[in-house]
Every structure is written in structure tokens, then in C-alpha cells.
């Protein structure tokens, strides 16, 4: 597959230039200013994106214009959850999918909400297909967990722990100290030859947190829950990202010392509680001229999937550069989900990922044409 005379996207380049890309079997195996070929799709004119990647979703366990029936991103039966997995609640046949991938959204990190301190596993995956099994890209991508208002609330209503900040940090503290107990016991287990060793699932979802081989995916608003969190984080020596992050831009250069990612957002509509108050796009400038790498997310079903585009158009008005702002809706989020080898970008060797939009797509009036994923066409239209 050929695709001829577009403005490509390119990171090489700080922005679009004129190049043909060649895909073959899914894959992009070259990118150069003239590739013959009889049959092609001609983008003159069109400008040639890779896929947009959203790192901070609920797309499928919170279902678009469902009620308590599609609203599976919350276990709020207990408030240290870990066990929980994405892959069970996502419904492919959520309407917000085929949305998304009109807005240019071709891949998401989807997972439960923030009702819990500890909310369970976050998988990675396209956003086409029929079966959860076949959209994975990652089944295990992330550990939920969340500080401030929302455990507060839940749980305080319910006049059970925690109904403070200090109760919030004390059950995951005790959490990640349980799996480091258990860690242990299980490895004594293995090396005595211990025949029936008792598995806990709760614990076994927390090894791969202890064992640094996924982060912990943090939802903090407030400044001062973003440092409990890096503290915590710092205390058992773990990979994190800060999700939401409304109040970095208050501790930008204590941050960037610390050097954590930042996925921000949703930066978009009302400020619906005390801790979102300072909210703002602004908010992406600041930590991404403080040298964070960013990600902007739309925190779908907050702000709807197929407004990443948006979102990031908004804060190229408060003052970012479309560059940068492209980045945060591209290779950034592939790389704080590590999946920068396959995804995020368009070079040889990267998933054929590719979004054809008629105009600039920071432009708010543009459309997108045509929705490849992995070299197939998705038909939307």
C-alpha cells in the first residue's frame, strides 16, 4: 500500500512535510519524497498523521449514553481493588469507539475510575475490533490508584476508611507492603519446593507494581497529593505517572527533579469539584516548558474520546507550540505506555498506524478521511 504526496507528520522534521510512505504487511517500510508505484491513495494536500493515542481512558467500561448498566469502571465494594482487569469490562461495541476513530483515536490505555484507592489493572488497545482479546496490545499496562476527593467521598459517605488523605496513603502504603510480604513468601515457597503454596490474586496483581515492570498510574489533582504519591512511590522504588496533574504547574521544577511523566487533563468544560478549580491548558505549557514529558488526555467519558484532537488544539491556543502539542497526542503517550517501537510515531519499521485528515488537524474545522490501523482501512463512512 502506497500512500503518495501527503504532509506527513514527522518528529525528524519538528512538524509536516511533503513524503510518500510505503506500507507493507502492516507495517511502514519506507518513507522518501518520491516512491513509484501505479496504485496508490493520493493525499495531495491532506495531511497524514499517525494514530492519536489516548493514555488516560475509561473507553468501554464506562459506556457513552448508557446508565448503571454500562458503568463497570468502579468496584466500589471495597476500597483496594487490585485484582480488577480492564479486559473484563470493556464492552467492544461501545459507541464511543467508531467516535473515537473519526476523531483520529486509534489506540487508548483504558481502565477503572477513581473511586478507589487501589482500582486495578489498565490494559492498552486499538480501538477496532469485536473481541477484547484481539484489540489488546497490552493486557497489562498499569495499576490504578487515587488520591484525594473521589476515595474520600465514596468512602466517607459509606463512613468506612478512608475518609482522609491520611487513610488514602496508609491503605496503599499497606498494600504495596502486603505484596512485598507476599513477594517474599512466595519466592521462600518456590525455593523450598512447597507443594501447595496459596495464591492470592489481590497480591499477585500488585507483583508486577513491586517488581517495576508496570507503573503505578496515579490520579492526582492536588499538588500536595501529586508529592504524596512520589513519595510513596520513591518509598518502594516504583515506576508512576501522574494522571490528571491539575496542580503541577504549582511544583513544575520539583517535577521535573523528580522525573516522573505527566498525563494531563481533562483540561476541558467545567470545574466540577474543589480540586479541579485551577484547571487549564495553560497547565500543559508550563510542565512541558519545565522539560516534563506530557501527555494530554481527554480522561474519557469526562471529556468524549474523539476530542483528544480538540484538546490538544486548545492548548496550542493557550500558548504551546503545535509541535509540542502534536507530540502530546502522539509519541509522548507511546512512550510513557512504552509502546514507542510500534506506536506514536511514522517511521520505518512503526505500525502502520496512519490518520488522513483534509486539512491541519489542529485546525477544529478539519475532518479526518481515512483511518488506518496496522495497514487496514477501518470503514467508518
Not at 492526582?220 to 510513596?232: G, L, P, S
Not at 520513591?234 to 516522573?260: A, P, V, W
Not at 502534536?326 to 505506555?337: C, F, G, M, R
Request: charged share 25%; hydrophobic share 45%; glycine share 8%.
Amino acid at each position: 500500500m502506497l500512500f503518495k504526496n501527503g504532509l506527513v507528520f514527522l518528529l525528524e522534521e519538528k512538524g509536516f512535510a511533503k513524503r510518500d510512505i510505503l506500507v507493507e504487511d502492516g507495517k511502514i517500510i519506507k518513507i522518501e519524497e518520491n516512491i513509484s508505484g501505479d496504485e496508490y491513495i493520493d493525499c495531495t494536500d491532506k495531511y497524514v498523521m499517525p494514530g492519536l493515542i489516548e493514555a488516560h481512558s475509561h473507553i468501554g467500561l464506562l459506556e457513552t449514553g448508557i446508565g448503571w448498566e454500562g458503568a463497570d469502571g468502579n468496584e466500589v465494594s471495597n476500597p483496594v481493588t487490585p485484582g480488577m482487569r480492564a479486559i473484563d469490562a470493556i464492552n467492544p461495541f461501545d459507541v464511543a469507539f467508531e467516535a473515537a476513530l473519526k476523531g483520529g483515536v486509534t489506540v487508548a490505555c483504558a481502565g477503572p475510575g477513581s473511586a478507589n484507592v487501589i482500582g486495578g489493572q489498565f490494559t492498552i488497545i486499538k480501538l477496532v475490533g469485536n473481541v477484547v482479546e484481539e484489540m489488546i496490545i497490552r493486557e497489562t499496562a498499569a495499576m490504578k490508584c487515587a488520591f484525594g476527593e473521589n476515595p474520600k467521598r465514596v468512602y466517607g459517605k459509606a463512613n468506612k476508611a478512608p475518609v482522609t488523605r491520611m487513610g488514602i496513603a496508609y491503605l496503599l502504603r499497606k498494600a504495596l507492603t502486603d505484596a512485598l510480604n507476599y513477594k517474599l513468601k512466595k519466592e521462600k515457597a518456590l525455593a523450598e519446593g512447597e507443594k501447595y503454596f496459596a495464591v492470592d490474586l489481590e497480591m499477585e496483581a500488585l507483583l508486577p507494581v513491586i517488581n517495576r515492570e508496570i507503573p503505578l498510574k496515579a490520579h492526582v489533582h492536588r499538588a500536595d497529593d501529586i508529592c504524596t504519591v512520589i513519595r510513596i512511590a520513591k518509598e518502594f522504588n516504583l515506576k508512576l505517572t501522574l494522571d490528571h496533574c491539575t496542580e503541577g504547574f504549582l511544583i513544575s521544577d520539583y517535577l521535573k527533579e523528580q522525573g516522573y511523566p505527566a498525563i494531563v487533563g481533562p483540561s476541558f468544560g467545567a470545574k466540577g469539584k474543589v480540586e479541579t478549580k485551577d484547571k487549564g491548558f495553560f497547565n500543559v505549557k508550563v510542565l512541558n516548558d519545565a522539560g516534563i514529558k506530557v501527555a494530554i488526555t481527554t480522561d474519557h467519558t469526562v471529556t468524549p474520546q474523539d476530542s483528544l484532537i480538540m484538546c490538544a488544539a486548545l492548548a496550542v491556543k493557550a500558548g504551546l507550540s503545535e509541535f509540542d502539542a502534536l507530540k502530546a497526542v502522539t509519541i509522548n503517550p507511546a512512550e510513557i505506555l512504552e509502546i514507542d517501537n510500534i506506536k506514536g510515531k511514522i517511521a520505518v519499521g512503526m505500525d502502520a498506524d496512519l490518520v488522513i485528515w483534509d486539512n491541519n488537524p489542529l485546525n477544529l474545522q478539519s475532518e479526518v478521511e481515512h483511518v488506518f490501523i496496522e495497514g487496514e482501512e477501518i470503514l467508518l463512512w
